[in-house]
């Protein structure tokens, strides 16, 4: 849709006239088309699943940033550095253990999940859905146990408590995913009424933001194209 949006509009104002501010202005008007149409265009039962999950994800790397000072890291060879450097202690304990976890060292993160059980670090949900994440990594297990008791512990309404049923959706979301469910994405998007209006804004910095500036890159290239074809005709 940009790209065909970037054609029309290129097609319409092309001259020499408007070869210097005219593609640029062309790739603003061409990438708010292109991204409005996606986001109209994306189903909306999944969207509202999305954005349980896009809140999920940006809480914990922000928690993750806070604790750490640094990014999360993506590559394996960046997470098995970063573990190298990192220490198993205080604010690290958790982050190590999920690390731990990510690039398949299952028994030592249950060993410094254990550690941090007995320390009592950070919430009994984090450390929870931490738990369940690891088993099902390792087993495939679904087993909400531990995390169901320790978020019905929490205050209604609370942040903790709002950030473990979206883990306990995540878990049950990602199981029935896995199994081929069609329906894999209710848990998530039952989830998604519990928090307001904050997934909103998380979705459009961390997804459509990044989207609407690659279509302005894209519509540019098409629109300068364009109008630089039509001049020399």
Known sequence: MTAAAAVVLSLLVAGPSTLILGPPVIAIVAAFIGTVGAIVAFPRRLARAFGAYSWLGRTEVDR???RTG???PIRPADREAWLERSPPTGPFVLPRTEMLAFVGRYAEARQEME?????GAES?????SLGQYIGWLETGSLDLTGLERAVAALPEGSEDRRMGETSMALAQSRDRFMTG???WYAPLEAARSALGSAPRSVVLRDTWRPIGV???LAAFAVSLLVSLSRLLV
Do not use: S
Request: no cysteine.
């Open 64 to 66: 993750f940033q806070a």
């Open 70 to 72: 640094g990014r999360v």
């Open 214 to 216: 690659g279509y302005v």
């Open 124 to 128: 009994a949900v984090e450390r929870a």
């Open 115 to 119: 550690a941090a059980d007995a320390a």
């Open 181 to 183: 469910d069609r329906d």
